[in-house]
């Protein structure tokens, strides 16, 4: 995406990943997850991120946002199928600006590339989870006409519970 000439947005270009940037994604990972204050929890190395974004079978996809030239921010998300559709969607799991160039558009430029690629696919939505305590990304993606999900709750299976829970078939 470019935009036009005198546009404010000129600066920022988005792309889709390619697999150069797994370190860069990485990157962006270890930032999101200071911010979330969840270093702890990333595990993900450069090998995982070029077997699942860009192996045999890729099962998750990632947009770059890059501004002047240089990597800005990222967005990774894969494909969901709702049932009560019978339509897929797109789940965005990770967006991520950098905070020195935050508020110029960014963000909104991934959301939207994102959105556009959800109706050229004809997915029926596009869905996330946010942290609570993150209010400025709720009044972020409220502005854009995002609204929570009242009456869901995110469960999660991972770990030894998800082992054990494999191995009881």
């Excluded at 967006?95 to 556009?116: C, E, S, T």
């Excluded at 609204?147 to 995110?154: F, H, K, Q």
Aim: hydrophobic residues 45%.
């Amino acid at each position: 995406m470019m935009a036009e000439p005198g546009d404010s947005t000129t600066r920022i270009s988005l792309r889709p990943a390619e697999e150069r940037d797994i370190g860069v994604i990485r990157e962006f990972i270890e930032e999101l997850a200071d911010y979330e204050h969840l270093s702890d929890e990333v595990v993900a190395t450069e090998a995982l991120l070029q077997r699942y974004l860009f192996g045999i079978r890729p099962t998750a996809e990632a947009v770059i946002a890059e501004y002047d030239g240089s990597p800005a921010g990222f967005a990774l998300f894969f494909h969901t199928f709702s049932t009560f559709l019978a339509r897929p969607g797109l789940h965005l799991e990770d967006l991520f600006v950098r905070p020195n160039v935050r508020g110029r558009g960014i963000g909104k430029a991934l959301l939207r590339y994102l959105a556009d690629l959800a109706v050229e696919r004809d997915c029926a939505r596009i869905e996330w989870a946010v942290l609570d305590w993150n209010e400025p990304a709720i009044r972020f993606y409220e502005k854009l006409g995002a609204a929570p999900m009242a009456g869901w709750t995110v469960y999660r299976l991972a770990g030894s519970a998800l082992r054990e829970c494999a191995s009881e078939r």
